[in-house]
């Protein structure tokens, strides 16, 4: 038997909890921005996903209007680095509530290496970036919803399969689940998508 419990009846942070805990896995934006003084920020965000892929924009959410959304609104550039097995400790470290003149990179001990197409530092110990123009910020509820445009993929050439497609097992990404948990990849297999006949 199936337990029903009425969103409307919930108090939020139940309803939190259940959407965490339910929309799982979540792949993880680690997010680096530039305040309007030029102090560095960077934070992971796993309310994250494609808005579109032509052209190329990705999309994430902020709960309530943190230093992210305010340096993205303020410059109107960000990059979107990969959180993976090698680097989310690292990642976990930069949700810490650093005040926005504080330097996460610095403050977290996180190596910072230039953005290629805008000036944003981007976390190096990351095998993929997406370096992204702001499109929009929609606020939802109590959230705001970030749209990027992509301007540039920067992919390590490691991670790259002899198709120049990114592999997955290569990258191992990190995705979070609810509460304070964390996974890695499952199995990985191939299976082609169904072709209907007419
Ligand atoms: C793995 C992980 C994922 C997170 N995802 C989100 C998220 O999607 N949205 C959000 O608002 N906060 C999220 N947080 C918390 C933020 O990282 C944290 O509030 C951070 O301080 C925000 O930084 P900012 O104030 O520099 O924007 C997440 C934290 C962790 C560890």
New binding site residues.
Partial sequence: MATVLPAADNAPLRNYQLLTSLVVPRP?AW?STLSPDGVP????????TVASTNPPVIA?????E????RNVRATGRFTVSM?THGNWQQ??A?????PPEVD?FAETGTAAEPGDTHDVPRPADSPAHLECTLREVIEVGN?FMVLGDVQAFVVDENVLDETGRPSAIAMAPMS?LGGND?AGLGEVFLEPRPVHQA
């Fill in positions: 993880i997010v920020n960077l934070a992971p965000h796993s309310f994250f994430f959410t902020s709960i309530s943190k230093d992210t959304v959180v990642a976990n930069t949700s810490c509530n650093c996460e959230c979070k964390w």
